[in-house]
């Protein structure tokens, strides 16, 4: 059946009856081409999406103390909630297996300087998992380390920003820098996706800090991550079950929305991630549209197709050609130019997207691009559907007799 | 050759049915030049379409070179057709997008024979009807008498036992008639079995014999002296 022959039969009338291959392939080229479009531009918002989350680690919880606002058991409002290293080790035990990093931070402003270079920085001194909580990566040397906060070195660790400022002459590792009048040694620099802010950071050990800054066992801030093997919705539990316990320890009224604030990423993932469910579903209906669309325009170029060839089956037929054969040079020719089509179609649509890609940033589009593996899919959809379209009325073309075939004008 | 018996075939119109054949019997003898004759309406094409398999009866027998044709699945059919028969039509029936040498060479690729073969015997069938220079022209560049013999051409080119011709000068004027009539004539004296059906009496009277239909039956089934077509032209 898949001889030469056949094939020069069928190229042959695809080539002669040129104004009808090309109006079926459009249809199909266009529909991919839309398709492939769709969810490029679909895809581009998620990728804008997943960008925005890319700072720190998708499931951190940070804890956060303030002044109560409620008198609770006998103590006043306005009471300042102070967090202390011992907090650290109360939540390790309280909720073993399920925090995965935990850290203490401590914010302060620093003004930095280096043989004559000045500016003015953030600091956090922090515990070693902070490196993981916030996605640092280390571009030289070392990020602090347990030694470190046992000692209450005098390291840092700076961002590629600091590092620029400062160290235009000569490189940082093992450098001395001054920060509000103390020498530190700088033992790693660092970079971060999470823009120009992070990068201008310096990162100290938590208990050299404490010491430096206050000779006490003061905490701003903690930060942690959540076992990533939870779910979400544990995740989110335990969120509650940390503010529920600490607010308890601090004895703050449980309505009181200041004194200790938990902000979990997990709430703002299952936010995202019902977004991303309903932008998925909205694209999947509209490449649907697109798809049946396509489908519908195939399918009646196909019943055109086979009712104008009609004749041409009757005397094909008369000259003794078997309904089989009949049938597969329709099918076989609908296949070739709808496959042909679909693929022209793709090329164009990624080409458009790689063309305006670019441009689109500005709204939100970041890298348009598509899952080839979905558009195979969709030409392969259309290529049946082409295929079942052409064959139906191609199968009873090939039944219909002769003698009525080529009564038809 | 051909054997006919109480051939019966009707069409159903609304809720009634039309009885075109009414019984009819038969029978053509190797190397016969048949003209089947009558009005229209008389069921003579109808007659052409059974024996040219093209339709099929609703009772009846029709025997065919020994071979009885009956309850055929379409694919048996289609390999009949192939073997023994040849078709002419009177619109000539060809396919458009395809120059007259693919056209003759059309029921050969049905038969599954090689390309340069059959493209060398359509050559020669073509050559037969006097158009090797025009092989390689679509029908539309060709005119009706021509477009004809490439028909004729095309209908020998399986060697067929029979040759069917559905009102062959139907759409040409006299003197192509006659050209088209002298080859068919030809075709005949080589020994060819050939059953016309035609309205014109002149067209009839150059066969051997005339069979006249009306109303589905069988009138008048008769031997006439054949009037040469070379002789008008």
């Known amino acids: 059946m898949f001889d030469l022959d056949t094939w020069r ?41 997943e960008e925005a989350f890319v700072d720190d680690a998708n499931n951190a919880i940070f804890v956060h103390a303030g002044r109560t606002t409620k008198a609770h058991k006998g103590l006043q409002a306005g009471r300042r909630i102070q967090f202390k290293n011992e907090d650290i080790s109360h939540i390790k035990d309280e909720f073993e297996g399920k925090v995965q990093y935990i850290t203490a931070r401590l914010f302060r402003n620093v003004n930095a300087s280096f043989r004559g270079e000045k500016n003015s920085y953030s600091l956090r001194a922090v515990h070693p998992d902070n490196q993981f909580l916030e996605k640092t ?40 820098i001054n920060l509000s009048g103390i020498q530190y040694k700088v033992v790693g620099t660092f970079t971060d996706d999470g823009g120009d802010n992070e990068e201008r950071m310096i990162y100290m050990p938590i208990s050299s800090a404490q010491q430096i800054y206050g000779n006490n066992d003061y905490i701003d801030q903690i930060s942690l991550t959540y076992n990533p093997e939870m779910k979400l919705n544990s995740a989110i539990d335990f969120g509650i079950a ?47 549209g697109t798809l049946i669309a396509g489908i519908v325009g195939i399918s009646n170029i196909m019943i055109f197709i086979v009712k104008e060839r009609t004749k041409e089956i009757g005397i094909r037929k008369a000259l003794g050609a078997a309904p089989k054969a009949i049938v597969s040079i329709i099918l076989i020719e609908s296949i070739v130019i709808t496959a042909i089509a679909g693929y022209l179609g793709l090329l164009i649509g990624v080409g458009i997207l790689e063309w305006v890609g670019p441009g689109l940033k500005e709204y939100f589009i970041k890298d348009p691009g598509v899952n080839t593996s979905i558009v195979i899919v969709a030409t392969i959809i259309l290529v049946a559907a082409g295929a079942l379209a052409g064959y139906l009325p191609a199968k009873k073309a090939s039944r219909i007799k002769p003698i009525v075939a080529l009564r038809n004008d | 050759m051909l054997e006919i018996k109480q051939l019966h075939k009707s069409y159903p119109i609304g809720d009634s049915h039309l009885h075109v054949l009414k ?61 023994f028969l040849g078709f002419i039509f009177q619109s000539f029936n060809l396919i458009n997008y395809k120059n007259a040498l693919e056209n003759v060479a059309l029921p050969l690729y049905y038969q599954g024979m090689k390309r340069k073969e059959r493209q060398e015997l359509a050559m020669f069938h073509l050559g037969k009807v006097g158009l090797t220079d025009w092989a390689h022209h679509l029908p539309k560049e060709l005119s009706g008498g021509q477009n004809q013999r490439v028909a004729i051409a095309r209908a020998l080119a399986a060697n067929p036992k029979l040759l069917l011709a559905d009102e062959p000068t139907g759409a040409l ?61």
């Open chain 2, 173 to 233: 004027d006299t003197t192509t008639s006659y050209e088209i009539m002298e080859f068919i004539q030809q075709l005949n004296d080589e020994g060819k079995t050939i059953l016309i059906v035609t309205h014109e009496e002149d067209i009839a009277n150059m066969c051997k014999r005339i069979v006249r239909l009306r109303d589905g039956v069988i009138m008048e089934d008769k031997k006439v002296t054949q009037v040469r077509a070379n002789q008008h032209v």
């Open chain 1, 9 to 49: 039969e069928i190229l042959q009338s695809m080539n002669k009856n040129r104004t009808r291959s090309i109006l079926s392939g459009f249809t199909v080229a266009f529909a991919i081409m839309l398709f492939t479009i769709l969810i490029g531009i679909a895809n581009g918002l998620e990728n804008t999406f």
């Open chain 1, 242 to 288: 940390l503010e529920k316990d600490l607010k308890k320890k601090f004895n703050v009224s449980p309505n009181d929305q200041r004194a200790v604030r938990v902000f979990n990423m997990a709430q703002q993932t299952k936010g995202v991630n019902q977004f991303t469910t309903v932008l998925s579903v909205i694209i999947f209906i509209i490449g649907l």
């Open chain 2, 23 to 83: 019984g009819i019997d038969l029978s053509v003898k190797e190397g016969e030049m048949v003209a089947i004759m009558g009005s229209s309406g008389s069921g003579k094409s109808t007659l052409l379409n059974i024996i040219g398999m093209l339709d099929h009866a609703d009772s009846g027998e029709y025997i065919l070179d020994g071979l009885l044709i009956k309850n055929l699945t379409e694919k048996k059919a289609a390999v009949y057709r192939n073997k």
């Open chain 1, 137 to 176: 990566k280390i571009k030289e040397g070392r990020y602090i380390n347990n030694n470190d906060l046992t000692n209450k070195s005098k390291v840092v660790v700076i961002g590629r920003l600091v590092e620029e400022d400062l160290f235009t002459k000569t490189t940082p590792i093992g450098k001395y």
